[in-house]
């Protein structure tokens, strides 16, 4: 395979599977909406939020499997800056009342003004962060 072509079969794959949880029974695949779910709640209407969960990874493990290849990189970050960065990444999801999957793939493509604000405004925080840990 190209390149070029898993990134698109991988966008091809969140949008097909967003629509069918959507049309399916009515629920958006936010990830922190799903997970923040499960956590906080013991109802039996999560038994399709746990089925979502594990499919992300069974998923994973299977393309892992399939191509370990890809799972090659190395972050040369230290252990305290990666827990920074997830507080971080928590904190926004929190205050932006969803993730980029539940705004960027689900909300946009509902035409939400909420989600296209969000959009806007974590990409500008990713390349204003970015911008910044260049040069620091």
Do not use: D
């Not at 629920?27 to 709640?41: A, F, N, Q």
């Not at 999801?93 to 405004?121: I, M, N, P, Q």
Request: net charge positive; aromatic share 10%.
């Amino acid at each position: 395979m190209i390149e070029w072509q898993m990134p698109l079969l991988g966008g091809l794959l969140i949008g097909l599977s967003s629509s069918i949880l959507l049309w399916g029974i009515g629920r958006i695949s936010g990830i922190s909406g799903i997970v923040g779910t499960v956590i906080t709640t013991g109802t039996k209407e999560n038994g399709w939020r746990y089925a979502w969960l594990a499919g992300l990874v069974v998923g994973a493990v299977v393309f892992l499997k399939t191509k370990p290849e890809l799972f090659t990189h190395e972050f040369n970050f230290s252990t305290p800056k990666l827990i920074i960065a997830g507080l971080l990444i928590g904190f926004g999801t929190r205050l932006g009342s969803g993730c980029t999957s539940g705004h960027g793939v689900c909300g946009l493509a509902r035409l939400s003004l909420r989600s296209f604000v969000s959009v806007l405004t974590f990409m500008a925080a990713g390349m204003v962060t970015v911008y910044m840990a260049r040069i620091l």
